[in-house]
């Protein structure tokens, strides 16, 4: 089976799925995140942000031309059927693999909804920009 993939909209996807980061760890969520992880203002985790930021392009570039294939395979065509597709990657991959940082890592459940919450817009959104953008 031959994937048509619109590597344009691939990078658009990894864009916004930056910009959806940004503004759910930033303004939206970022303060509650802080005091789930157990941080301050004063202890954050200090590091190469330049190279973070790469490293996690690079991560979105990979979902996002991954997610191209499922929504090619679902042969999704409308808003809907590519927000579908993303529910679906999301509850059956991202929620589940996530539950890990609860049940072995000892992290809160309100820090599991809200990343999990994160995930699940995220690949909602890529996923209907994938399907509309043709």
Known sequence: MVVEINYLAV???AVL???LGMLW???L???KWMGL???SEKNMPKGNMGQMYIL??????????????????AEA???VEGAMVGFWVWLGFMA??????VLWEGKPWELYFLNAGHKLVEVVVIAVLLTMWV
């Open 56 to 73: 996690a392009f690079v991560g979105a570039l990979v979902m996002a031309y991954v997610l191209s294939h499922f929504v090619d395979y």
């Open 17 to 19: 799925s930056m910009v």
């Open 37 to 39: 992880m157990g941080y």
């Open 77 to 79: 065509k409308t808003l």
């Open 96 to 101: 589940t693999l996530m539950l890990g940082s």
């Open 25 to 27: 760890y930033g303004p």
């Open 29 to 31: 969520f970022g303060k």
């Open 11 to 13: 990078v658009g996807a």
